[in-house]
């Protein structure tokens, strides 16, 4: 093995990589700039559009209550809603934004509180709307204080004690720590981006120095050179594994800025101000050591493709299901209840993207971390055997 | 010195079976002699001098290039031979030095002695001037030199080109030609394919006819006239493939 040999193709693979433009691009622009365009740009005008619709006073709509003064005017009272006049059209209006809900109140609805009868109210919404569900929380919190109040005016009215129909209190605290909480609502999404970011990094590089040095011609000229082939593949491969691990690396380092942003912009924002939004550095050193053998044999598997393709265009159209096949592991690692098991930690990606959520809130299952850096180092090394079997065939190297 | 004892190399297809692209050839060349292959297009010529290579396996037969065996000693041969051919291109990212430096460096050259070789040639092949320009940026006739400049880096004893002037125009082509017969002139073995007849006459010392994957006569040029009685070597190619069926 000469590892001289090795690092001159690295080497000159490296400094021909860097020159261009296109590379650069997606090596470290991209990863630069995507956490941090999703989450200071759509995370941004999210909490824009949130805190915006939190502060409205929502226009809604009374139908009904004519017979009902009391209730009328409580509502009109209101300084949390605004009433819009009476159209028979409510539910256009709903629907084309205009007004943000609408209450009927059924016919004889005061009299039926004072007797002691049982009614109802229907509030109309527009549903997935945000505006529209301020608009019916306040309609709803207004209704709800009033059947609480009603009740108890029933209750003692009958001189029944209040306990009597609320025997228990139920409450809620939460004792997971800010980064296990965090961890869980961001953890998973945070891997399935990153593994994307460490895929997509070697995708170019790969396919420009197998696929691409076939159309240009370089692959026979290098070909003549005296250099062992298992060396010229590991010299290749050694090259897109570092395009793959500074984009990842980037990443990582571009999502953990974000969320610093994100945290910032968050705590000034009305209605947002308690995101638990936590990102441990050496969680995320810890997620980066695990997916180098990950990039490893994403850099094999690409440089594998690349060398079976005569040209780029035919290895860019293998990579699209390559990329489905990565990404449908990493999102079932999203799925709700999918939890880390022995079995699962041998599935490539899905395995480092649940260890990786797991690590990112702040829970270290030593022995699944040390089986899955095992396996993943396993597929690699695969990987990496069939792209050096591959630049052996002359079927292969010279494919017409 | 290249020797080759029924070389033969097949190529299976699953829609025409077996393609015998080269069919049992035999030839010797000799240091300081100019040895062409001559055939039209589709007569096995790149896929016997990529076996010479190394770039392909034969099927059957041998052949030693600098008393190396290419099956056997494949990174040995590839030491020992400068290959030329249009299908060889360059790096376009790299400059012209960068280019040939990579290539004496994977040929195992000494930083100091790289230096002094790459000025040498460069200076020889006078292309100090463009030393530092991408090869992109470069004209044909400067991009030619410089995979001149690449084969020539590790001081070869055995020169192959395969068609090496093809679309070319004629003043590069006469650069090629000029350095085809540098190399003959300073003793190393040179073979060399071509399908220009023209080219042939004027560089080879000895001419093989080749058609169909196999050679169908073989001699000096004199040798091939007195043989065929014709006198313009398109005449003799067409009369020794028509004789030979």
């Not at chain 1, 001289?4 to 630069?32: A, G, H």
């Not at chain 2, 033969?8 to 300081?32: L, Q, Y």
């Amino acid at each position: 093995m000469s590892v001289r040999n090795i690092f001159i193709v690295y080497r000159k693979e490296l400094r021909d990589l860097l020159r261009d433009r296109r590379t650069i691009i997606s090596m470290i622009v991209v990863p630069m700039l995507v956490m941090p365009l999703l989450m200071t740009g759509m995370g941004g005008a999210a909490i824009k559009i949130v805190s915006k619709a939190s502060q409205e006073i929502p226009r809604v709509m009374v139908l009904g209550g004519e017979d009902s003064p009391k209730t009328l005017a409580a509502l009109r009272g209101m300084n949390t809603i605004q009433i819009a006049p009476t159209r028979a059209d409510y539910t256009n209006q709903i629907a084309e934004k205009i007004i943000r809900a609408a209450v009927e109140i059924p016919r004889g609805f005061d009299a039926a509180l004072q007797n002691g009868e049982r009614t109802a109210v229907r509030i109309y919404i527009y549903e997935g709307e945000i505006r529209s569900s301020f608009g019916a929380s306040a309609l709803e919190r207004f209704f709800r204080d009033l059947r609480e109040r009603t009740v108890r005016e029933r209750l003692a009215s009958r001189n029944v004690p209040e306990q009597l129909i609320h025997p228990l209190d139920i409450q809620q605290t939460n004792v997971a720590p800010p980064k296990k909480v965090s961890g869980n609502l961001i953890g998973s999404i945070i891997p399935y981006i990153i593994i994307l970011m460490c895929l997509t990094g070697a995708i170019y590089p790969a396919v420009d120095i197998t696929a691409g040095e076939k159309e240009r011609g370089t692959m026979e000229t290098l070909l003549c050179s005296p250099v062992a082939r298992t060396h010229l593949v590991l010299g290749k491969c050694l090259m897109v594994l570092t395009a793959s691990a500074v984009t990842t690396l980037l990443s990582l380092c571009s999502t953990g800025i974000s969320f610093a942003l994100a945290k910032k912009m968050a705590s000034g924002t009305p209605g947002v101000g308690g995101l638990p939004l936590t990102m441990d550095p050496l969680s995320l050193a810890a997620v980066f050591v695990l997916l180098l053998p990950l990039a490893v044999f994403f850099s094999a598997t690409m440089l594998t493709i690349g060398l079976f393709s005569r040209t780029s265009k035919e290895a860019n159209s293998y990579m699209q299901p390559l990329l489905i096949l990565t990404i449908i592991p990493a999102v079932a690692s999203i799925l709700p209840g999918v939890d880390l098991n022995w079995r699962l930690a041998l599935i490539p990606v899905l395995n480092v993207s649940l260890v990786s959520k797991e690590i990112l809130s702040g829970t270290f299952h030593w022995n699944y971390i040390a089986l899955i850096f095992a396996s993943a180092c396993v597929y690699a090394v695969v990987a990496l055997t069939a792209a050096v079997a591959l630049f052996k065939r002359e079927s292969i190297l010279f494919r017409t | 010195m290249i020797e080759t004892r029924q070389l033969t190399k097949i190529f299976r297809d699953k829609k025409r079976s077996e393609i015998r692209a080269v069919d049992a050839v035999s030839f010797r060349c000799e240091p300081g002699k100019v040895f062409g292959l001559l055939g039209v297009n589709g007569a096995g010529k790149t896929t016997c001098l990529r076996m010479l290579a190394t770039l392909l396996q034969p099927s059957s037969g041998t052949a030693s290039v600098s008393g190396h065996d290419v099956a056997r000693e494949p990174e040995k041969v590839r030491a020992s031979i400068g290959f030329l051919s249009t299908a060889t291109a360059l790096y376009a990212r790299l400059t012209a030095r960068e280019m040939v430096e990579y290539f004496g460096r994977l040929h195992g050259l000494t930083e100091g002695t790289l230096r002094e070789r790459v000025d040498r040639i460069f200076t020889t092949l006078d292309m100090q001037e463009f030393r530092d320009r991408r090869c992109d940026k470069l004209s044909t006739g400067m991009k030619q030199k410089v995979s001149i400049a690449r084969t020539l880096v590790h001081d070869p004893p055995v020169m192959i080109f395969d068609e090496p002037t093809h679309g070319l125009d004629v003043l590069i082509s006469r650069t090629v030609v000029d350095f085809i017969r540098d190399c003959r002139d300073r003793g190393k073995t040179v073979i060399f394919s071509t399908h220009v007849m023209r080219e042939a006459e004027k560089l080879c010392d000895t001419i093989a006819l080749i058609h169909s994957g196999r050679i169908m006569a073989e001699g000096t040029l004199r040798q091939l006239r007195e043989r065929t009685g014709a006198q313009d070597l398109e005449d003799v190619f067409i009369k020794v493939v028509e004789a030979r069926g």
